[in-house]
């Protein structure tokens, strides 16, 4: 059931770009990607050739763009099908045991998904990248690793971000008082 449902809706983003690329002028591109209401404002002012120039640059995000859209897709079935199939599951990260139980398993992809995108906007990646060494060649646990390197990463950071951090250090202040 979760592989007919994925064919059967599942975007591919050679033509996610075709469509952006040659039609975009009229929106094609926001209806293939079942973005209605921007494909009806995309046919309503293609006249003022505005249009045509944010589809252009468009083109080079549809890639990720159908990527994202088809990975929500995956989470949506296996949430409300019952679970990805067995063929589908990241095995490797989950214990032995729960890969049998896993049913949320698109579910929690997609979370990770979305934490990846918070640690890269919160220009802590780097903390990320010295804590797998430590992590794969020490054994040390990832949370462990991450919380040694936190403090230098965001030392490194702050020559540059300060003022972002004294921001955030405000706001958690005046929540706590």
Wanted: glycine share 10%; proline share 4%.
């Amino acid at each position: 059931m979760y592989y007919a449902q994925m064919a059967a809706y599942q975007k591919d983003e050679v033509v996610g770009v075709l469509l952006a690329l040659f039609l975009g002028t009229f929106g094609a591109h926001h209806f293939y990607m079942r973005q209605t209401a921007l494909g009806v404002l995309y046919c309503v002012f293609f006249w003022t050739g505005i249009p045509t120039v944010v589809s252009f640059i468009e083109c080079f995000f549809m890639p990720g763009r159908v990527r994202q859209y088809n990975l929500g897709l995956s989470a949506y079935f296996s949430a409300n099908l019952g679970g990805v199939p067995a063929r589908v599951q990241v095995v490797n990260a989950l214990p032995s045991a729960a890969v049998g139980t896993c049913a949320h398993c698109g579910a929690m992809l997609l979370g990770a998904h979305y934490a990846g995108i918070a640690i890269e906007a919160s220009m802590l990646g780097a903390t990320h990248a010295c804590a797998n060494p430590l992590t794969a060649r020490f054994g040390t646990p990832h949370g462990v690793a991450i919380a040694v390197m936190l403090p230098h990463v965001v030392r490194w950071n702050a020559e540059v971000v300060g003022d972002r951090y004294a921001d955030m250090s405000s706001v958690a202040e005046a929540r706590e008082g």
